[in-house]
């Protein structure tokens, strides 16, 4: 059974335009993150939410904006994708803060821009 | 900074062993975790240290050591299944993981 789901599996397009990757979960988590992967790079945190606190990282272009309505659903939005935003982005959740908590990951949505 | 290294691709024989390491450098640590991700999916879960020591599960094992910052992921019998990226990552003082490039682990017949 999926529990970490993400919609679409592929998105494709074109620069400047905005899109909207979604991801929902049937865990019951409190906390969900976004992920940014590059090919053979290491994932990228661009934002998780504790329940509803949200937490920017640093480095996150404003270009990303985020919203979680509900403990299940959290979206993703690229305001002018470029180029550069080409990547498969990972939403992850997590129970809570315990140590052994592990993070489960969706499927990702691959991103590309034309 | 933090940072967390791996070394970028290894090669290895079906049905050998191969010992993945991972070195780190984080603000604070609250466990190492091991995934697995196939090419073009998104990673899983193998493995997870907080204290020192071996953790077994079945063909791989998970070590850690905090004093000397250093994992190793050790793989036994070998299947070409097992051909993927390894990634290791570290849970720092806020709760965040703080990822490894991953190793992608090439398995030749």
């Known amino acids: 059974d999926a529990m970490v789901i993400q919609n679409p599996r592929y998105q494709v397009t074109q620069f400047g335009k905005p899109v909207t990757l979604s991801c929902s979960q049937t865990?019951?988590?409190?906390?969900m993150y976004w992920y940014q992967q590059k090919s053979s790079q290491a994932p990228k945190l661009l934002f998780h939410?504790?329940?509803?606190?949200?937490?920017n990282e640093a480095d996150t272009p404003d270009n990303f904006q985020s919203r979680r309505p509900n403990t299940s659903f959290c979206f993703l939005d690229i305001r002018s994708p470029g180029l550069g935003d080409a990547a498969m982005y990972l939403c992850?959740?997590?129970?809570?803060?315990?140590?052994?908590?592990?993070?489960?990951f969706g499927p990702g949505t691959r991103l590309t821009v034309l | 900074g933090q940072n967390i290294d791996q070394p970028t691709e290894m090669t290895a024989t079906e049905g050998a062993i191969v010992q993945i390491n991972c070195t780190y450098q984080?603000?604070?640590?609250?466990?190492l975790f091991w995934y697995q991700q196939h090419a073009g999916e998104a990673p899983t879960f193998l493995s997870y240290?907080?204290l020192d020591g071996l953790e077994e599960k079945g063909r791989f094992s998970s070590f850690l050591s905090r004093s000397k910052g250093y994992s190793y992921l050790l793989l036994k019998e070998l299947q070409m299944k097992d051909s993927a990226s390894y990634l290791c990552?570290?849970?720092?003082?806020?709760?965040?993981?703080?990822w490894g490039a991953g190793t992608k682990l090439i398995i030749k017949p």
């Open positions: 992850a959740t997590l129970p809570g803060k315990r140590e052994s908590d592990t993070q489960y």
């Open positions: 865990l019951n988590h409190n906390v």
């Open positions: 939410y504790y329940d509803k606190d949200f937490n």
């Open positions: 984080t603000s604070g640590f609250n466990g």
């Open positions: 240290n907080v």
């Open positions: 990552a570290v849970r720092d003082s806020n709760y965040q993981l703080i």
